[in-house]
């Protein structure tokens, strides 16, 4: 679940409330290494975190497939989905997105 936070057009974010059922899955895996890439990008470059970063983009490269995929959306309590871009994952399960248009 998403709870929307606040918008700046064309952004939007909020906070993701993964679902128990996600546990272990590969999304939660895919999350957890956009956070921790966003948290190494907003600490500045280091010899130790470029290392890390290295390792870290290898690990991402197997999960391009949710990149690239066309099959972001949110669906609201009326049960209304609209499609949205790839969204960004930051600290503390934030979340931004765009719409799709």
Same mark, same amino acid.
């Given at each position: 679940?998403?709870?929307?936070?606040?918008?700046?057009?064309?952004?939007?974010?909020?906070? #993701? @409330?993964?679902? *128990?059922?996600?546990?272990? $899955?590969?999304?939660?895996?895919?999350?957890? %290494?956009?956070?921790?890439?966003?948290?190494? #990008? @907003?600490?500045? *470059?280091?010899?130790?975190? $470029?290392?890390?970063?290295?390792?870290?983009? %290898?690990?991402?490269?197997?999960?391009?497939?949710?990149?690239?995929?066309?099959?972001?959306?949110?669906?609201?309590?009326?049960?209304?989905?609209?499609?949205?871009?790839?969204?960004?994952?930051?600290?503390?399960?934030?979340?931004?997105?765009?719409?799709?248009?």
């Amino acid at each position: 679940m998403v709870t929307l936070k606040n918008s700046d057009f064309p952004n939007l974010w909020g906070i #993701l @409330e993964m679902s *128990p059922s996600a546990k272990g $899955s590969p999304i939660e895996k895919y999350i957890e %290494l956009c956070i921790r890439e966003k948290c190494l #990008l @907003e600490n500045g *470059p280091g010899i130790h975190q $470029s290392e890390e970063m290295d390792a870290l983009r %290898l690990e991402l490269e197997s999960f391009k497939h949710f990149v690239e995929s066309d099959d972001w959306s949110m669906t609201d309590e009326a049960g209304e989905v609209d499609q949205i871009m790839s969204p960004i994952f930051g600290e503390d399960y934030s979340i931004t997105w765009r719409w799709e248009f």
